[in-house]
């Protein structure tokens, strides 16, 4: 394939955009190189500048369950924008949102609109401090809930993809107030908590760690956090911005029967535009500013277009057998390369659940951010460059997700599989070099 026009746009990016993009992630330099500029995009395929075609996986990193260009999801956007892009005054759309939300997410009786996940994560633990009158934040090594000053931290996602250990700009002040734990280990969350559990305010947690790959949490390690912080008077904060709507209509606390005090959410709730959401119980979310004294605002917030959107794709996802779909695409995906690896003789431990999945490139079980960063970052930089070569687009990352949506049909998934089985085979013989 050629990507001339991808690497001139790029170059003229680097002139007046920090890095050539608006989120590092996207830059490629994990995977050794410029990155793609798309043109546009229908069902489970993009296409470049240069006129090439893949099939896509990941899906605007998230937000794209039903795929590209959804008929329902255009067709929605196109009728609220003909009435006004925004209002900035309360609107009957936010409203059904709102009910749809509560409907649909267990542990949620009233709920915030915002304009990003970072938003809803920044938003729900002032919201914790103001409501337990205490300071410290407990969160996990690799998890990744935004660009919050004090959420950087050992973080995951693009700070782990380029390897930044922190971030300059966030006071030592701020970053003290966090307590960062190795994801999985409950003995590790209980010594802390039996230690300073008093001065904590929240435990937020990615139910399932969807920023450092994918990483499932181990039985009883959610319930064992709920436990904690109902002894210790802390808030429990769930970070589905990523697993929301996607694990199952209720997410990650329907798929493991835990329920947070708070859940934050975001990507699929837009459609895929902009949005962000936080709720959670009736009496902590009433401290919320004009009906509390707790602040937080927002202009855009509810946005007339992207609470259209998110409504069209919530709407289809209440649809009988519609997660089942994406379950059963998604092992069959996840299986079949699995078998591409074993077959080539690469060493990758595979994980998934629902439609979100990854492979690591270790001969390691993963189970928390250490054993993710045993990965072999060179053999997946390799492995994305043969797939792209071969029609198909993954993370530009070995610590990030895959996503099926439901656009994804058979044919796909089989030549993807078949794609892996010749990338595969050219990983290992790169390895023999």
């Known amino acids: 394939m050629v990507w001339d026009v991808s690497r001139r746009l790029y170059e003229e990016a680097c002139q007046v955009i920090p890095g050539g993009v608006n989120s590092p992630v996207r830059s490629g330099r994990a995977v050794g190189m410029t990155p793609l500029f798309i043109r546009e995009a229908r069902g489970s395929r993009i296409v470049d500048e240069d006129g090439n075609e893949y099939i896509d996986y990941v899906a605007s990193w998230g937000p794209l369950i039903l795929g590209h260009a959804h008929p329902g999801v255009v067709e929605a956007v196109r009728t609220a924008a003909g009435k006004g892009t925004s209002y900035g005054i309360p609107t ?30 920044m938003s729900a633990v002032r919201l914790a401090r103001g409501v337990t009158g205490r300071g410290k934040v407990v969160k996990f090594n690799g998890c990744y809930h935004g660009h919050v000053d004090s959420l950087l931290v050992k973080s995951g996602s693009g700070v782990a993809t380029l390897g930044i250990p922190g ?7 701020v970053a ?15 010594e802390v908590m ?7 305010a929240a435990i937020i947690v990615e139910p399932v760690a969807a920023n450092m790959g994918v990483v499932l949490p181990r039985e009883g390690f959610l319930a064992g956090l709920r436990e904690l912080c109902t002894q210790h008077g802390a808030l429990l904060i769930f ?56 602040y937080q605002a927002g202009t855009l917030s509810g946005n007339p277009l992207a609470m259209s959107a998110g409504l069209a794709t919530l709407q289809v996802l209440k649809e009988e057998g519609i997660h089942e779909q994406l379950e059963s695409r998604a092992a069959y995906l996840a299986m079949g390369m699995a078998q591409a690896a074993d077959a080539a003789g690469v060493k990758v431990f595979q994980t ?21 960063q045993s990965s072999d970052t060179r053999a997946y930089a390799a492995f994305f460059q043969e797939m792209l070569k071969r029609g198909v687009y993954l993370a530009p990352s070995q610590f990030e997700a895959f996503f099926i949506s439901a656009a994804h049909s058979q044919d796909d998934l089989d030549r ?18």
């Open 239 to 294: 970070d589905e911005v990523i697993t929301g709507f996607r694990l199952a209509e209720g997410g990650a606390q329907q798929v493991y029967g835990v329920m947070p005090d708070l859940t934050c959410l975001g990507k699929i709730i837009g459609g895929g535009l902009p949005v962000g959401a936080y709720g959670g119980k009736r009496e902590i979310m009433a401290r919320m500013a004009p009906s509390g004294d707790v």
């Open 176 to 190: 003290r107030d966090t307590v960062s734990i190795r994801y999985n280990d409950l003995g590790a969350v209980r």
């Open 194 to 200: 039996d230690a300073m559990g008093g001065e904590v």
């Open 416 to 433: 993807t599989i078949e794609a892996a089985k010749s990338a595969l085979g050219r990983v290992k013989q790169l390895e023999a070099m």
């Open 352 to 372: 998934r659940v629902g439609s979100i999945g990854c492979a690591f490139f270790t001969d390691r079980v993963v189970q928390d951010f250490e054993t993710a």
């Open 92 to 121: 009957e759309l936010e409203l059904r949102m709102a009910r749809m939300v509560v409907e649909m997410v267990p542990s949620i009786e009233m709920v915030r609109m915002v304009n990003s996940g970072t938003e809803a994560t």
């Open 167 to 173: 971030s300059p700009g966030i006071p030592h002040e």
